[in-house]
C-alpha cells in the first residue's frame, strides 16, 4: 500500500502554514471581483498532491457519474469512500478542522460546516471536447437542508500549457464579462464565496491533447442561514448564457414560470392552490 500523505497533512506544520495564508490574504479574498474568490499556487504538500494525481481514476477505470447536455460535459465521482487512497486523503483532509478554520479565517464566513456527503463534488475530470457552462451552483445542500457558502477546488493537471485551455471563469453579476480565468494548473487551488449570482465555470470546449483530460477535486462548505442579502429560494444549478450564446435548455422552463405567475394572478387562491405544481 503506498504510504500515507495524511501524517503531513494533518501536521501542525502545515496547519500553521495555512493559518498564516488566511491570515495574510483574508482582505484580498473579502474584496475580489467579481465576487469573494482567491488562487492559491502549490497548495497541498508535495507528497500529497503526487499521490492524488498518481491515484486519479482513469474516465475508464471508475464508474463516473456523466454529464452530456449543451451546457455540460463532465465527469464526476462522490463516493469518497471508494476512490484509491492518494485522492480519497486529501478528500477527507479538506472535511477536517484545519481546513474549516482556515477558510472561516479567510473569507471571514463563521460557522462553517463540511460536507460528509460530498455533494456535487469529489473527483471532476473533463475529457478533450468537454465544458461546463457558466453557471451558480445550487445554493442549499438537498440532504442537510444547510445554505451552501464556500467552494474549494484542487486541479491536478501537470505541464498543463495555455493553449490545452480548460481555464475556470468567474464572470459579473449581469453576465457581460468574464473578469477571471484561472489556468487549472497542478496543485493549484481556487477558493470562492457562491450566491445565487457567482456565476463561474469552463464555458469552451477543452482543448487538450486526445490523451490528456482536466483533472480537479473540489469541496463545498455550508451555514446554518446565510446573510440577508443572499437569501432567495432553493434552487438547483443556474446556468447561464454568455453575450451571443442561446441556452435551449433555458426556453421552456421561462414560459412555464411565466405562465404560473399569470395563473396565480387571474384566479381565485383557492383554485391556483388546488392545481399548482408541487415541489
Known amino acids: 500500500m503506498p504510504e500515507s500523505s495524511l501524517d503531513e497533512l494533518l501536521s501542525d506544520a502545515f496547519e500553521q502554514k495555512l493559518m498564516d495564508l488566511a491570515e495574510q490574504n483574508a482582505a484580498k479574498y473579502q474584496s475580489a471581483h467579481p465576487f469573494p474568490h482567491i488562487v492559491f499556487d502549490n497548495f497541498l504538500p508535495e507528497a500529497a498532491a503526487e499521490a492524488a494525481l498518481r491515484d486519479f481514476p482513469d474516465p475508464r477505470k471508475l464508474d ?25 486523503e486529501v478528500l477527507y ?24 456527503w460530498y455533494e ?6 473533463i475529457i478533450p471536447g468537454g465544458k461546463l457552462g457558466v453557471h451558480a451552483d445550487f445554493n442549499t445542500h438537498p440532504r442537510l437542508n ?30 457581460t464579462q468574464s473578469e477571471a480565468q484561472i489556468l487549472p494548473l497542478f496543485n493549484r487551488c481556487a477558493i470562492f464565496s457562491t450566491t445565487s449570482w457567482s456565476f463561474h465555470g469552463h464555458p469552451n470546449p477543452l482543448t487538450c491533447p486526445p490523451d490528456r483530460t482536466r ?65
Open 120 to 125: 456535487g463534488g469529489g473527483l471532476h475530470q
Open 146 to 175: 444547510l445554505d451552501r457558502r464556500i467552494n474549494m477546488l484542487i486541479y491536478l493537471n501537470k505541464d498543463w500549457k495555455e493553449e490545452y485551455g480548460g481555464h475556470f471563469e468567474l464572470w459579473n453579476k449581469d453576465m
Open 93 to 116: 483532509f479538506m472535511n477536517t478542522r484545519p481546513v474549516v478554520k482556515f477558510l472561516e479565517k479567510l473569507t471571514g464566513i463563521k460557522a462553517i460546516i463540511p460536507d460528509p
Open 215 to 279: 483533472k480537479s477535486i473540489a469541496t463545498y462548505y455550508y451555514t446554518n442561514g446565510r446573510p440577508e442579502e443572499e437569501k432567495g429560494d432553493a434552487h438547483s444549478t443556474l446556468f447561464k448564457a454568455r453575450p451571443g450564446e442561446v441556452l435551449e435548455a433555458t426556453k421552456a422552463p421561462k414560459r412555464q414560470i411565466t405562465m404560473g405567475k399569470l395563473a396565480q394572478k387571474l384566479m381565485p387562491p383557492i383554485l391556483y392552490d388546488a392545481i399548482k405544481p408541487k415541489r
Open 64 to 88: 463516473w457519474a456523466k454529464f452530456d447536455n449543451q451546457m455540460e460535459k463532465k465527469l464526476a465521482f462522490a463516493s469518497v469512500e471508494k476512490l484509491p487512497q492518494g485522492d480519497r
